[in-house]
């Protein structure tokens, strides 16, 4: 991240968004299968769904909006949104900006993708998109970071010869590498983070509770893990 706003600044951006009319959800619409923009020109994906059967739920009003993923935290505390669901990763950094629910994606691992099985992860030059865990993890792993404003630019690092491999969640890789001819993952897995959920603005407790009520309603019925394998595959890790 790269605004860091103490928690004066954020109680006085606060705002009382379940009085609102509409609850607004900033996603990014690059990352599928959690976010992305499908052939009609929609916004489409897991979070989107989940996020209209939550609203649902917790009897909220709620629309969708995109936002570049490099901005997308700022733009929450600024009161253009009111919910963060982008994929975003609960770490500890983030949580002293911005509040999350508790997670709707249970954590799971990173995973290299490379076009040679003897990619130097190490010491060579590996891509991954800005200001998210994973490309905390390459800075701080010996290798030489190559950051990119969309997930789909760094993979296209590794096959324009830029970079040795790519970084990123396992769910979004692994389709790629399914799919490519080319693309294989390499290396060993890496747990980061504490999965993955729904930011909100420090101020804003009421809607966190609401929605924290709301997937664990989810969890409870077993909606949320059918969800999860609907978009995700059956290899997908659920919650128990």
């Given amino acids: 991240m790269k ?13 009382a968004a379940l009085a609102q009319d509409t609850v607004r959800i900033g996603t990014e619409g690059a990352y599928p299968p959690y976010n992305f923009i499908n052939d009609a020109g929609d916004l489409d994906g897991y979070e989107i769904a ?12 709620c629309e969708f909006v995109s936002n ?26 983030r949580d002293e900006v911005i509040d999350f629910t508790q997670n709707y994606i249970p954590p799971a691992a990173s995973l290299y993708l490379a076009m040679d099985e003897g990619a130097d992860l190490e010491g060579g ?17 010996g290798a030489t970071l190559l950051e990119f404003a969309t997930p789909d630019e760094a993979v296209a690092a590794v096959r324009n010869g830029e970079a040795d ?22 290396g060993d897995e890496v747990p980061l983070g504490g999965g993955v959920g729904a930011g909100l603005r ?39």
């Fill in 68 to 93: 570049d993923w490099d901005s997308i935290i700022p733009n929450l505390v600024s009161g253009n949104y009111d919910v963060i669901m982008a994929g975003m990763s609960i770490t500890d950094e």
């Fill in 202 to 240: 420090e101020s804003d407790g009421d809607l966190r509770e609401a929605l924290d009520g709301a997937i664990q309603s989810m969890k409870d019925d077993g909606s949320l893990n059918d969800l999860i394998v609907e978009w995700f595959g059956e290899d997908a890790a659920v919650y128990e």
């Fill in 3 to 15: 605004t860091i706003l103490g928690a004066t600044a954020l109680a006085a951006l606060g705002t």
């Fill in 165 to 186: 491999a790519v970084f990123a969640d396992g769910e979004y890789l692994l389709p790629i590498a399914a799919e490519s001819g080319d693309l294989m993952i390499v």
């Fill in 125 to 141: 030059v590996v891509a991954a998109q800005v200001n998210t865990i994973q490309a905390g993890h390459v800075a701080d792993s």
């Fill in 50 to 61: 989940l996020g209209a059967e939550l609203c649902a739920r917790a009897d909220l009003a």
